[in-house]
């Protein structure tokens, strides 16, 4: 009696035994019931993850991989793998993060996975940003993840709405970071460097928060150049009343190049406060540009209702900072992205830096008159015509030796060269009489004041502005585009925001 009950309860131990052990599956080749030992790999590495035993789960993962290198878990493995390091952080494994990452998007590019792998590694670079004025190598790595988030899977939706959103906040860092820089080199009244950085900036990041404030800084920069240029102007003029060595005639070259030089930067300043009215009617520096405009006796241009709804899009769409923010901001490595808008399209291409010496070198074009190529170098082709070498026993051509007549091209000739259609020709001479007239005859184009001399000049008229209402109501004109008629002065007042959020004041340079 006593070995039945030991041998019942052997058998129902090794009943409970068996209904514990992982579940079974039929392996057709051997014909025989087997476990499935890279899944028990798997499910342990998964379930160690969950409890923050990140440690277990990569030797798991570490073993499935490197003894089941042909099991279906391969890819979840690899990918938990580096969501592994991802999830304990700290700079050491988001490095190891990121280069698992960049394994499992070179082993499984298809998989709808990797565009979720090539977020993270951007995730990584963004967690670990710092601000505007600190290293900003972390930054710049971000942007360009982010980018090939969006170039290589926009497909993907959901990957694709969070790394737009993400990359608009690491373009507010840059450009704050190239602002500063500017205003640096503003406040020395080193121009060309903040010339060159601003502008750069501008056209890289034209959704940046203080985008007419780079505008705005611009202008006053070439405004900058112009009032050193009248001021060395004045200098040489009392140098020449002190030393009569110095020739007239150089003298009046080097006020030409001036006034060169001066017609370009007031053509530049204008073209950045016109940006500001026709780009950023809404933000706060408008009013600014438009009196800007009127002094240097520009037109003030007048935006479009569809650039007014885009730039007031824009502005309702960033977050100010708070105050706790703000407090617990000066504490933190990490920046403030509040600013940032959330509508928008991102820059995705790289452009090329504008350079303080291309600036100094196109100066120094202007100033002396000479046009600038596309190459930026300025160098002049000579065009030649005949038919090259000279024959046997002739001299060799003289620069300051006539051209030899050309002859025409006839049946009895054809391989005479043909006469250049674009070649100018002198006209004929005219008589004294003609002479006369033609001296005596006014020039239609030339151009005449229509105020006297002792009245203030008018005020410029508007650009895009339309002359009366039959103008605007006419069918056909380019106006009554959708969206592309010309904003009135109450839309544009009352699209602007009140409240003037940390505006930084700019004197003008005299």
């Known amino acids: 009696m006593h070995l039945r009950i030991c041998i019942a309860a052997l058998g129902l131990m090794l009943a409970l035994t068996t209904a514990c052990t992982n579940k079974k599956v039929s392996n057709p080749l051997a ?19 969950k409890h923050n035993r990140f440690d277990v789960a990569r030797l798991d993962m570490q073993t499935l991989i490197n003894a089941y290198p042909d099991s279906e878990y391969i890819a979840r493995a690899k990918l938990a793998l580096a969501d592994s390091w991802y999830a304990e952080g700290g700079t ?59 170039l290589q899977y926009p497909d993907n939706q959901k990957v694709v709405a969070q790394a737009r959103a993400k990359l608009l906040e690491v373009q507010e860092v840059i450009a704050e970071r190239e602002y500063r820089i500017g205003r640096f080199y503003y406040l020395r009244e080193s121009f060309p460097a903040a010339i060159a950085r601003l502008q750069s900036m501008v056209e890289h990041y034209p959704l940046y928060s203080k985008a007419d404030e780079a505008l705005y800084l611009l202008g006053q920069s070439y405004e900058g150049e112009i009032a050193a240029l009248r001021r060395m102007d004045a200098t040489e003029r009392q140098q020449m009343e002190r030393q009569h060595n110095i020739k007239e005639e150089q003298l009046k070259k ?37 009196a800007r405009l009127i002094a240097l006796h520009q037109p ?87 038919s090259g070498a000279p024959g046997e026993n002739e001299p060799a051509p003289r620069s300051d030796a006539p051209a030899p007549a050309t002859a025409e091209a006839s049946p009895a000739n054809p391989g005479a060269p043909q006469p250049d259609p674009n070649e100018l020709k002198p006209t004929p001479a005219a008589s004294e009489g003609d002479s006369a007239a033609a001296a005596a005859a006014p020039d239609p184009n030339e151009l005449k004041p229509n105020v006297s001399s002792d009245q203030p000049a008018a005020p410029p008229q508007q650009v895009n502005e339309l002359a009366n209402s039959a103008q605007a109501a006419a069918p056909g004109t380019v106006g009554n585009a959708s969206g592309q008629t010309p904003a009135d002065d109450a839309s544009i007042a009352s699209s602007k925001h009140k409240k003037k959020k940390g505006l930084r004041k700019i004197v003008p340079i005299k």
């Open 31 to 49: 014909k025989v019931d087997s476990k499935q030992p890279d899944k028990t790999l798997f499910d342990r590495g998964m379930d160690a993850m």
């Open 92 to 150: 050491a494994a988001w490095a190891q993060a990121e280069q698992e990452y960049k394994d499992f998007i070179t082993f499984f590019p298809n998989m709808p996975e990797a565009a979720e792998a090539q977020l993270k590694i951007a995730n990584i670079h963004y967690q670990q940003m710092e601000k505007p004025d600190r290293d900003y190598t972390h930054a710049v790595r971000a942007e360009s993840e982010y980018r090939q988030v969006l």
């Open 254 to 290: 080097d006020e030409l190049a001036r006034e060169r030089l001066i017609s370009s930067c007031t053509a530049k300043a204008s073209d950045a406060y016109s940006r500001i009215l026709t780009r950023y009617p809404v933000m706060n520096r408008a009013d600014d540009a438009k």
């Open 300 to 386: 003030v241009p007048r935006p479009t209702k569809a650039a007014l709804a885009q730039n007031k899009a824009e502005e309702d769409a960033r977050r100010g900072a708070t105050t706790l923010g703000t407090l617990m901001g000066a504490f933190s490595r990490h920046p403030d992205t509040s600013s940032a808008t959330k509508v928008g399209s991102p820059s995705l291409q790289d452009q090329e830096p504008i350079s303080a010496s291309t600036l100094v070198q196109e100066a120094s074009r202007v100033a002396a008159g000479t046009k600038s190529s596309g190459t930026g170098t300025g160098s002049v082709s000579v065009a030649t015509t005949g």
